[in-house]
């Protein structure tokens, strides 16, 4: 390894980079758009459903029960309605994605432990559907034994109904950290794959393997301006995040940023792996794609981890970004360090280390 | 033959085949130092891959190397600093200025950081940069370009320096700036092996390897081709120059007939007495034309050699 001439690639790539406005651009255009869209737009904790309730029975405990759904938030009325037929008419229309239906005989039905609302639910949108069968369950499933607890049914209902309809509680808090995993292990990898195969694209690495610069000083000189990339764009998220959605790091800072480089250089050494592979940028843009979907399906970020099917588990394992969740989600919101979380650092190290040596061994200098 | 210590480039059955096709087939070749060595051919027929082979970039399928007394591939790193390359596509950074081209290949190639600053300066001045060492050198034009690129790859004063078409994309007044600076280099030391599809270049060579589909079909310096042609070289004079040539190609022994201006230039096998029989047909035929004998020149070397008319050197590969 000759220091002289690793810098030189340094320099030369950051000089490059510099003059690069879309690649600049995206730098932090990607993590701002993302954490917007994940942290405003998808949010998976369902509110202001429009809905439209037909109340028959029109007693103080119907009301109750109405004022009680609405102050849930989850659904918003949009519509008055009379009649369940109405409300369906509103379902087809698509006016309303839930309705509800308190029947003339609901006090009735409450003493007799009957079914006493109907809960009518947009079933073509699966989160929908599932987040209003929530809604039902709790008026039915708590109303029955209320009656002969209290005289007074409706403020412990609220109580109730919050935990309930929450349970999971996914929110931006939750989704920042793992954020910072996905931002960095979709631009990480792309840049650098792209990099290498955009200099063989336009004829550069002829005229580089050419000279006695090293498989090694090469890679490593492309990989390292990518890297501070990275922690600037890990600092951008974390303090967006801050800022906007007041998440918490109760672990290091410290702890955050060695497993941001530990992230950074495992989806780095990945992205020059696919270069060696690569035959065009385009080529090298649909297998970072390749790498990128599993990652983001399979790491726990999405769907929890527990939940997937043993084969689903093991390929996990293997991704840089399952390790990485559980390391930034341990130190941020659990604040747990860094060292009772080895295992999850000596895995991305392995990957790193197993990666590194496949993309050094398989860059030849060499045309053929 | 010359002292071992003289030889560049010493090369035996060289040959690389890419799948079925043999782009190099068995090419011996012999450079010695201080020499303008040429590579003519048409597109495709093997000058690229010959010069990718000799500077370690390409495994050959078999053959023996040694370039600078240094077997190729196996010692091809050590070789990286002794030599220049040129390729055929601009392969300097488009996004960078000139100076920062010049500053990383004089870093890439272990230059300590004052000298390489200072030798920069001083291409910049060689190559008639001056003031525009700021401007990013993908603003520059086909020959400056090509200028930049050698500069860039003389930065470390190679003893060997391999061009390949270096001048393929560039006005004639570019070309001529440009085989002045390699002469100068020559004169300095360099032993230099380019590649070309022009045969005024070819001619300006010491010493011309021919390359035809891979093989090569002649070599020596451009006197020593053109003078094994003497006496089959034909000019022919006729009003009519398209009848004649229909009249000369019916003729044996004539290779080919190529038409320039109102006169024919006529190339024969062999045989001998070319000349008599092409006046013998004229004469049956009816067609009034003069017969000349005239100086060979490297096309009719090239046609002799190839069995392909010139105009076809320039055509891409079929």
Redesign the interface.
């Known amino acids: 390894m000759n220091w002289r001439r690793l810098w030189a690639v340094v320099i030369k790539e950051l000089r490059q980079l510099r003059r690069d406005h879309i690649t600049l651009a995206m730098i932090v255009g990607i993590p701002v758009m993302q954490l917007m869209l994940f942290g405003y737009a998808i949010n998976l904790n369902l509110r202001h459903l429009p809905a439209a309730i037909a109340d028959q029975a029109l007693t103080s405990g119907s009301r109750q029960l109405v004022m009680d759904m609405l102050a849930t938030g989850v659904i918003e009325p949009v519509a008055s309605a009379r009649s369940p037929q109405q409300l369906m008419e509103m379902l087809r229309r698509g006016e309303i994605s839930v309705g509800v239906v308190i029947p003339q005989d609901f006090e009735q039905r409450l003493a007799t432990g009957e079914e006493a609302v109907q809960v009518l639910v947009d079933g073509s949108d699966t989160v929908v559907q599932s987040a209003a069968k929530q809604l039902a369950q709790v008026p039915l499933t708590y109303m029955p034994a209320e009656p002969r607890q209290s005289s007074v049914p409706l403020p412990p209902a609220r109580i109730s109904v919050v935990s309930f309809y929450n349970p999971q509680r996914v929110s931006a808090i939750n989704i920042v950290p793992g954020l910072i995993g996905i931002i960095l292990t979709m631009t990480m990898v792309m840049f650098t794959s792209v990099a290498i195969v955009r200099e063989r694209e336009r004829g550069n690495m002829e005229l580089l393997i050419a000279t006695p610069v090293s498989s090694a000083e090469l890679m490593l000189g492309k990989v390292l301006p990518y890297g501070i990339i990275g922690l600037i764009q890990t600092s951008l998220i974390l303090l967006l995040g801050m800022l906007l959605f007041e998440v918490p790091i109760r672990g290091s800072v410290w702890d955050v940023y060695w497993s941001a480089i530990l992230l950074i250089f495992a989806n780095l050494s990945m992205g020059l792996l696919i270069s060696t592979r690569a035959q065009s940028q385009f080529q090298a843009m649909q297998m970072t794609f390749f790498f990128f979907l599993p990652s983001i399906l399979l790491s726990g970020f999405m769907f929890p981890f527990d939940g997937m099917p043993a084969p689903a588990q093991w390929l996990a394992e293997i991704l840089p970004l399952t390790h990485f969740l559980r390391l930034i989600r341990g130190i941020m919101l659990r604040g747990a360090d860094f060292g009772e979380l080895w295992r999850e650092w000596l895995a991305l190290l392995v990957f790193i280390v197993v990666m590194m040596t496949l993309a050094i061994a398989r860059f030849r200098k060499r045309l053929d | 033959m010359p002292a071992k210590s003289d030889i560049a480039i010493h090369a035996r059955g060289l040959t690389k085949c890419f799948g079925a096709l043999r782009a190099v087939d068995g090419v011996d070749l012999t450079v010695t130092r201080r020499q303008v060595y040429g590579f003519l051919g048409p597109n495709g027929s093997g000058k690229s891959t010959s010069i990718?082979m000799l500077?370690?970039?390409?495994?050959p399928t078999s053959g023996e190397i040694e370039v600078l007394g240094l077997r190729i591939?196996e010692q091809?790193?050590e070789l990286?600093?002794h030599?220049g390359?040129m390729?055929q596509?601009?392969?300097?950074?488009?996004?960078?200025t000139l100076r920062?081209n010049l500053?990383?290949?004089a870093?890439?190639?272990?230059m300590?950081?004052r000298q390489a600053v200072q030798r920069v300066d001083e291409l910049l001045q060689e190559y008639h940069f001056e003031g525009r060492a700021d401007q990013?050198a993908g603003t520059l034009s086909g020959g400056q370009r090509q200028r930049l690129a050698l500069a860039?790859s003389v930065i470390h004063k190679p003893e060997l320096l391999f061009l390949d078409e270096p001048t393929s994309a560039v006005d004639p007044e570019s070309r001529r700036d440009f085989w002045e600076k390699l002469f100068e280099l020559a004169d300095a030391g360099t032993t230099i092996l380019v590649s070309s599809h022009y045969m005024d270049e070819a001619e300006r060579c010491h010493r011309l390897a021919i390359l035809d589909r891979g093989r090569l079909v002649a070599d020596g310096s451009p006197a020593e081709l053109t003078g094994a042609l003497q006496g089959r070289t034909l000019e022919v004079r006729a009003e009519r120059p398209r009848q004649a040539k229909r009249v000369l190609v019916q003729v044996p022994g004539v290779l080919s007939a190529a038409q320039i201006g109102n006169s024919l230039r006529v190339l024969c096998d062999e045989s001998g007495d070319c000349g008599a029989r092409v006046e013998q047909a004229f004469a049956d035929a009816g067609v009034s034309a003069v017969v000349e004998p005239i100086a060979p020149s490297l096309e009719d070397v090239f046609v002799a050699a190839t069995n392909q008319p010139v105009d076809q050197l320039n055509a891409e590969p079929s």
Request: net charge negative; aromatic share 12%; glycine share 6%.
């Open positions: 990718r500077c370690g970039l390409l495994t591939p091809a790193e990286r600093q030599i390359y390729t596509q601009f392969s300097l950074f488009a996004d960078l920062e500053e990383f290949l870093a890439v190639q272990n300590p950081r990013l860039g």
